[in-house]
């Protein structure tokens, strides 16, 4: 498996404001996808960071809410805009390495919106 | 649609006991993976068991084991003689087969070890 960290581990932010919050990868990797974890929830896939095009976003959420970028095959950016209270969660990306199928879990992003 | 049930919100048991946590899911797929993922207190989602559709042999793993029954469309998980170390919130997970698929989750089970 691969080694996964995220910045920042957690935040508290005002409300209308932006985080952005990254996620790097010690390999590189084909597939990273970001998954919101609201309060005592299970997680919900947000949408699937590409490589060098525009993330693929599930039903319900939106590039303006949740820009994300892929630079490369090791890193990518998940940004919460104009935060309100509802964006408080646990923010965790995931990758599928060698062994296809399978996703491996960053250690989230805990994020309180006041 | 893909769709996994974890019935059992919370389970508490007594240190040393065995628990099964239990799974159900619905897909269409008739290739599909179903997974286990363990999250403690801290927060990361740590990945215990990936079990493909076309296997059901049951696999044991130290203290733990998993009991795949494709016609009842259930991927229960054992924890023999549990510890407090196992306490943790535990996900049953469901994907298509071919990669590059999202996890659809289970709600969880919060299992919690009385020492």
């Known amino acids: 498996s691969a080694v996964i960290s995220q910045k920042p581990s957690r935040d508290i932010c005002q409300r209308g404001t932006s985080l952005t919050i990254q996620c790097q990868v010690d390999s590189q990797v084909t597939m990273m996808f970001w998954y919101r974890q609201q309060p005592?929830?299970?997680?919900?896939?947000?949408?699937?960071?590409?490589?060098?095009?525009?993330?693929?976003?599930e039903s319900g959420f939106v590039i303006d809410k949740f820009p994300i970028s892929r630079p490369n095959l090791t890193f990518s950016t998940l940004t919460v805009s104009n935060m309100s209270p509802e964006d408080s969660s646990i923010y965790l990306c995931s990758v599928e390495t060698t062994s296809r199928g399978t996703q491996y879990f960053g250690p989230g992003t805990r994020l309180l919106v006041l | 649609?893909?769709?996994?049930?974890?019935?059992?919100?919370?389970?508490?048991?007594?240190?040393?006991?065995?628990?099964?946590?239990?799974?159900v899911y619905e897909t269409r797929d008739t290739t599909y993976y179903l997974f286990w993922y363990k999250q403690p207190p801290s927060g990361e989602l740590v990945f215990l068991i990936r079990r493909n559709s076309f296997d059901e042999q049951n696999e044991i793993s130290g203290r733990y084991s998993?009991?795949?029954?494709?016609?009842?469309?259930?991927?229960?998980?054992?924890?023999?003689a549990s510890q407090v170390v196992d306490s943790a919130v535990y996900f049953c997970a469901l994907s298509g087969f071919f990669g590059n698929e999202k996890l659809t989750f289970g709600t969880g089970t919060r299992l919690t070890i009385i020492p």
Not at chain 2, 1 to 22: H, N, R, Y
Not at chain 2, 66 to 80: A, M, V
């Open chain 2, 1 to 23: 649609a893909q769709k996994v049930t974890q019935a059992q919100t919370e389970i508490s048991v007594v240190e040393k006991e065995d628990v099964t946590l239990d799974c």
């Open chain 2, 66 to 80: 998993w009991n795949f029954q494709k016609s009842t469309s259930s991927f229960n998980f054992t924890i023999t």
């Open chain 1, 40 to 57: 005592g929830q299970s997680l919900t896939l947000i949408a699937t960071a590409n490589q060098g095009s525009e993330a693929t976003y």
